[in-house]
């Protein structure tokens, strides 16, 4: 069974800094990604990272302050949030995808089967 867990969210002023992990289990994967969904708003993509080759791909919101990295072996991925706004509120999910998300477009949501619950991101002015 196809599982997805994240960790690392709460709450952090403005400026300050968050560490999110996902491990998955179940089955191995190609891409890992993390979108957000604020109250009221559509999910939107965040980072994504695909293994064998190594590639990443970023929001234009968030580039330059997140950066997504992860252990292909450990089927982990890591979003490290630094510079955080208010606007950065929102839940974070973990996705995951068998396929290369350059075929399908990482920045959509379809792209990725499998999603984890979901953690809470609370960033305070």
């Known amino acids: 069974q196809v599982q997805l867990v994240e960790s690392g969210g709460g709450l952090v002023q403005a400026g300050g800094s968050l560490r999110l992990s996902c491990a998955a289990s179940g089955r191995a994967f190609s891409t890992m990604g993390w979108f957000r969904q604020a109250p009221g708003k559509e999910r939107e993509f965040v980072a994504a990272i695909t293994w064998r080759p190594i590639f990443t791909y970023y929001a234009d919101s968030v580039k330059g302050r997140f950066t997504i990295s992860g252990d292909n072996a450990k089927n982990t991925v890591y979003l490290q949030m630094n510079t955080l706004k208010p606007e950065d509120t929102a839940v974070y999910y973990c996705?995951?995808?068998?396929?290369?998300?350059?075929?399908?477009?990482?920045?959509?949501?379809?792209?990725?089967?499998?999603w984890g619950q979901g953690t809470q991101v609370t960033v305070s002015t």
């Open positions: 996705a995951a995808s068998i396929n290369y998300c350059s075929v399908y477009g990482c920045n959509r949501p379809s792209t990725f089967g499998s």
